[in-house]
T-cell receptor, first 110, second 118 residues
Framework: TQLLEQSPQFLSIQEGENLTVYCNSSSVFSSLQWYRQEPGEGPVLLVTVVTGGEVKKLKRLTFQFGDARKDSSLHITAAQPGDTGLYLCAVAAGNTPLVFGKGTRLSVIA | DAGVIQSPRHEVTEMGQEVTLRCKPISGHDYLFWYRQTMMRGLELLIYFNNNVPIDDSGMPEDRFSAKMPNASFSTLKIQPSEPRDSAVYFC????????????????FGEGSWLTVV
């Protein structure tokens, strides 16, 4: 059983469309992170959310932490080909510093 | 500044051979992590070190895998003997202790070592 369930697994959209991807769990976390991994590269941190209900914006990306701190969403407005990549959510769990979901693989077609 | 440096970037080896992956963390970072990434299982933590000491190796799949950190600037992950199911991308990552498990923590990843065992 995965600690973090990400959906959808795969998403292919046209440039200019909006999209939302999700990260869900039955556990409560003190913080949650989103990473983006481009092909052939390692994951790179996008944002950390801490407070239940918190919303953070990074240009066209909007991150929200659920009120109960069990889930999070990432919304991208007017997607561009440069947004293509694997989007991973991650949390600290027990003694493990960072546990990752399996990710959403996004492809934005020009 | 240089990031986390891993070598080799790509390796193809025959089943039964020994594989050694190398990592140089970011200078000043005192936590080092080894992750493995596959399509089926995603990104899995294998082992991590703090101040060169292994803290948790419960993610190491079996005795064929071993990791060492002889000093603050170098770590190895060794697979002996290698098997086709070990084919994956292996990532090394590092961070600094004052940020670990604290909101705002950033773990920095290398570019990965792509291993294919045939």
């Amino acid at each position: 059983t995965q600690l973090l369930e990400q959906s959808p697994q795969f998403l292919s959209i046209q440039e200019g469309e909006n999209l939302t991807v999700y990260c869900n769990s039955s556990s409560v976390f003190s913080s949650l992170q989103w990473y983006r991994q481009e092909p052939g590269e390692g994951p790179v941190l996008l944002v950390t959310v801490v407070t239940g209900g918190e919303v953070k914006k990074l240009k066209r990306l909007t991150f929200q932490f659920g009120d109960a701190r069990k889930d999070s969403s990432l919304h991208i407005t007017a997607a561009q080909p440069g947004d293509t990549g694997l989007y991973l959510c991650a949390v600290a769990a027990g003694n493990t510093p960072l546990v990752f979901g399996k990710g959403t693989r996004l492809s934005v077609i020009a | 500044d240089a990031g986390v440096i891993q070598s080799p970037r790509h390796e193809v080896t025959e089943m039964g051979q020994e594989v050694t992956l190398r990592c140089k963390p970011i200078s000043g970072h005192d936590y080092l992590f080894w992750y493995r990434q596959t399509m089926m299982r995603g990104l899995e933590l294998l082992i991590y070190f703090n101040n060169n000491v292994p803290i948790d190796d419960s993610g190491m799949p079996e005795d064929r895998f071993s990791a060492k950190m002889p000093n603050a600037s170098f770590s190895t992950l060794k697979i002996q003997p290698s098997e086709p199911r070990d084919s994956a991308v292996y990532f090394c990552a590092s961070t600094i202790s004052r940020e670990t498990n604290i909101p705002g923590n950033t773990i920095y990843f290398g570019e990965g070592s792509w291993l294919t065992v045939v």
